[in-house]
């Protein structure tokens, strides 16, 4: 056969003289292999693939082109209902985008990788050993455990098959606990010896299945006697001479013990059309056929030093050499970054539609007049950076080179008949399990690259990656321009059964069917603090509100009788506002809704429309109860409970009013990063509420700001559940938000007196009821935000400059009150009975209440600004300042 490619010196030569090894077999065998030497006590020589996309720069399209060839032999051979049921398993760490790509080629089969990389929550379903490896344990953690125990053909995909050790006890292991018929090994090249060809046929009769091999080429290396010792000499002494001329070559690990320049050399891509190149651009998934010029983009070059884009997708840093360019890549959320814990059909289809866009935002951070382009990889993390190269290859007029990183110590020889011209030595960058170590870069410094792309998972985006020994510092040293893309590492979560929904009586002092909470009972935990505790925790950034809850408002006998006197008086128009919108969303939203209140102050208005609707309509609507959190959103758990168990579309959040609109645009950005995160649509985020005196919404009763008496009080009205709790320590991953059921405030509880006595007047609102909808539904109810705008002006009027601390509103006003640490009362010129209890209240607090002219509310409470204990006396009454 020839030792040679395209009359260019075999990258073998060195090594075969030197030892006197030889490569025997198919004739484009030395296209695809060069030899190198590494220390290792089991075999000196490494046999270097030209087409793997490791150590070897090479074309991506040529890379990916092998192993999706690979893939389509494999479907040939299986018949496509038996590829549709193989599921493809790819080794770590070189053979992890090989699979992937052979996945690719068989079509609908799932992929999956064995890993070095433990992951903390994730069970291992199986493991083996690599017999030749400096580094030999394999785990797998598919995230579902089923994806290995089905009976269709099982593929093993690694770069070379030579003693077949590393695939014969993967097959043992897995078929003892998921045994099948037919088994498939593919590998790039084929280097049994005459002893070890056998084997794998009688393994096959050994446990009773079919096992194939389908390989790109074959062969076998000659070994002389003696060759494992004299090839760890001649590491020995190279690497003694190295050591020797290390500061000559520069501090960066490039070794080159012959003489030559190391920037005068390239490693030799495969030649158009030679044996060694798999054009497959008819056949391959999103092969294009124009290609776009990087000039047309009209990209300047980036400015030095820590400069961030307007649209902050890219920031740029220079060191010493070189410029640093982070790109933001905007990775499909919840897609796997490889095949570690399983990749689906469906996960392809994702990946496919996101790579354009991706490629298109490297293409904008590369330098125009780039022409030589590396995209390197990192060890396991293969196939997602490979795609991105191809994809760029397709886009820029550059010629475009893809390999990875490494953790195998191999010896460089600057000498054009040897494989590993010049490395690249750096800590480790991602925490390793088995601890900290030298990692490697091949091929790469003294390459001529114009820029390189360096792509890394989350987990290897660490300190040590941006450190002055790194890999990004030892890039800057040998190439102008560097990227540094970042892929989220991927971690499965385990599906967790999610509670029922709690009820009463165990939970609140609602009937079963009114609501169900969904929310963890907290009632056993000591979460009160005072609550000028909370305020200037809250206000210096210490902790977040609903990191702990208030002390429970103890209502005096006097302010009962307020809330008493407020419901007879406003009961009927809270009937009417109730009836009004539960209209508008049954004719607009659906006509079964599934209610979801807004814990708390949307419970009491979630049972009262589902009590319209059954006395109207006959209905018996679900209604559930979940928390928010301003600056934490919803609770995704609660979101996927209702998926689980209701057509999201149907559901219809509820709250009791608006102030200025705040958890308005808190739902409304939590269901979009909930769709985002999930994959699940077709909640709504538009809120129903009782009033909206902010303008916020447009499913509404009524826009009046009036004293809505369930507003007056705290858990007493609200079926004696607390506020909301969010705390890591006890709300973990998979839990509902918590909440506290007062019992022991039982006798003090009218929440069901204060339903009950609205529900009473339905019958006498009944027309009203039907003319206001039909006013509503036929008018214009966009919503205008004046509310958010006031608050804005009040806060800059006042010195507050912090909206958060306005409360407009007489809900929210007594909320104020109620729950912190209140500066002052605003109060509309005129108001009346309706701030009966807000006077009280502040009276009994030492809050001044201040009459002003055209205001929008009714009433709006300050929350003292810039809180600290000693803006109060010693009784907790706010001191005028």
């Not at 080794?91 to 985008?97: I, K, N, V």
């Not at 020797?244 to 158009?272: F, M, N, T």
């Not at 399983?342 to 330098?367: K, N």
């Not at 209140?597 to 209905?619: D, F, I, Q």
Request: contains cysteine.
């Amino acid at each position: 056969m020839s030792n040679a490619v395209n009359n260019e010196v075999w990258s073998g030569t060195w090594v075969a003289e030197r030892l006197g090894l030889e490569l025997v077999g198919d004739d484009k065998l030395t296209d695809l292999l060069g030899l190198a030497l590494r220390r290792n006590p089991k075999r000196a020589h490494l046999l270097v693939s030209n087409v793997l996309g490791k150590h070897v720069p090479q074309s991506p399209s040529v890379v990916y082109g092998y192993g999706f060839a690979l893939g389509r032999r494999v479907r040939e051979l299986l018949g496509t209902p038996e590829a549709a049921r193989a599921v493809v398993l790819g080794y770590a760490e070189t053979a992890t985008g090989l699979g992937h790509s052979v996945a690719d080629g068989v079509g609908l089969a799932p992929y999956l990788h064995s890993t070095r990389r433990p992951v903390p929550g994730v069970t291992a379903a199986g493991g083996f050993e690599e017999s030749h490896s400096h580094a030999t344990s394999h785990l797998l953690l598919p995230e579902d455990p089923a994806l290995l125990a089905g009976d269709g053909p099982l593929v093993l995909v690694d770069d070379e098959f030579s003693t077949g050790n590393t695939v014969l006890n993967t097959i043992r292991d897995l078929h003892e606990r998921y045994p099948r018929r037919r088994y498939v090994v593919v590998a790039l090249v084929d280097m049994r010896s005459a002893a070890d060809l056998g084997r794998l046929e009688e393994f096959a009769r050994e446990i009773g299945a079919r096992v194939d091999l389908v390989a790109a080429a074959s062969g076998t290396v000659r070994l002389p006697e003696g060759v494992l010792e004299k090839g760890q000499e001649l590491v020995a002494r190279h690497e003694a001479a190295a050591a020797g001329s290390q500061a000559s070559a520069g501090e960066w690990g490039l070794v080159a013990p012959r003489g030559e320049a190391a920037d005068r050399h390239s490693p030799a891509p495969l030649k158009k059309g030679g044996a060694a190149e798999a054009d497959l651009s008819s056949t391959l998934p999103g092969a294009r056929g124009g290609v776009e010029s990087a000039a047309t983009a009209a990209r300047a070059r980036p400015a030095p030093y820590d400069l961030r884009s307007e649209d902050n997708r890219t920031w740029q840093t220079r060191p010493e050499n070189g410029y640093i360019t982070r790109v933001e890549l905007f990775w499909p959320r919840g897609l796997p970054d490889g095949g570690r814990h399983g990749f689906t059909p469906q996960h392809r289809i994702r990946l496919e539609r996101a790579l354009p866009a991706m490629a298109a935002r490297l293409v904008d951070a590369l330098p125009a007049d780039a022409r030589r382009v590396h995209v390197l990889g990192f060890e396991e993390l293969m196939y997602a950076p490979l795609r991105l190269a191809r994809e760029l290859e397709h886009v820029v007029d550059a010629e475009v080179r893809y390999s990875t990183t490494t953790r195998s110590p191999v010896l460089a020889v600057d000498d054009p008949g040897y494989a590993i011209r010049s490395r690249m030595s750096f800590p480790a960058h991602d925490d390793p399990a088995d601890g900290p170590g030298e990692r490697y870069a091949y091929n790469v410094a003294g390459a001529g690259f114009d820029a390189v792309v360096a792509v890394v998972d989350s987990a290897a985006d660490t300190s040590a990656l941006h450190a002055p020994d790194g890999l990004l510092a030892r890039l800057a040293a040998h190439t102008p321009h560097v990227l540094l893309a970042v892929i989220p590492s991927y971690v499965p979560e385990r599906p967790a059964m999610l509670p029922e929904p709690l009820r009463g009586p165990a939970f609140s002092s609602y009937p079963p069917e009114e609501v169900g909470w969904l929310l963890q009972d907290l009632s056993d935990v000591t979460l009160e603090a005072p609550t000028e505790e909370r305020e200037e925790a809250i206000q210096s950034g210490g902790a977040h509100y609903a990191e702990s809850l208030p002390v429970e408002y103890q209502p005096s006998e006097q302010y009962q009788e307020l809330f008493h006197a407020a419901l007879e008086t406003t009961a009927s128009r809270l009937a009417q506002a109730v009836g009004a919108v539960t209209e508008i969303v049954l004719a607009e939203r659906s006509p079964r809704p599934v209610l979801v209140s807004l814990a708390r102050a949307g419970t009491p208005v979630g049972v009262l429309m589902r009590r319209w609707a059954h006395y109207r309509h006959g209905l018996e609507l679900p209604h559930y109860a979940v928390s928010i959190v301003r600056g934490r959103g919803i609770d995704a758990n609660a979101l996927r409970y209702l998926a689980a168990h209701h057509d999201p579309h149907d559901v219809v959040f509820v709250d009791g009013w608006t102030g200025k609109g705040a958890i308005t645009r808190e739902l409304a950005d939590a269901i979009r990063e909930f769709e985002a995160s999930d994959g699940i649509t077709g909640f709504d985020p538009e809120i129903a509420v009782l009033a909206d005196p902010g303008s916020c919404v447009r499913t509404y009763g009524t826009r009046e700001d009036f004293l809505i008496p369930s507003a007056c009080l705290n858990s007493t009205v609200s079926g004696l559940i607390s506020r909301t709790v969010l705390r890591s320590d006890l709300v973990g991953p998979h839990d509902f938000h918590g909440a506290k059921f007062y019992r022991e405030l039982a006798g003090a509880d009218v929440s069901v007196d204060f339903v009950d006595a609205v529900a009473a007047r339905f019958p006498e609102v009944a027309e009203a009821v039907d003319a206001q909808a039909k006013e509503l539904l036929s008018g214009d109810r966009a919503p205008t935000w004046e509310g958010w705008a006031a608050v804005e002006r009040i806060s800059e009027e006042y010195g507050i400059h912090d909206v958060n601390l306005v409360k407009p509103g007489v809900g929210e006003t007594t909320r104020v009150l109620l729950r912190r640490v209140p500066w002052k009362i605003l109060a509309r010129q005129g108001a009346g009975a309706d701030l009966d209890h807000v006077r009280l209240l502040a009276g009994q607090r030492g809050v001044p209440v201040e009459e002003v002219a055209e205001l929008p509310y009714t009433c709006v409470g300050l929350i003292h600004p810039r809180y600290t204990r000693g803006a109060t006396g010693a009784d907790g009454r706010a001191v005028n300042v």
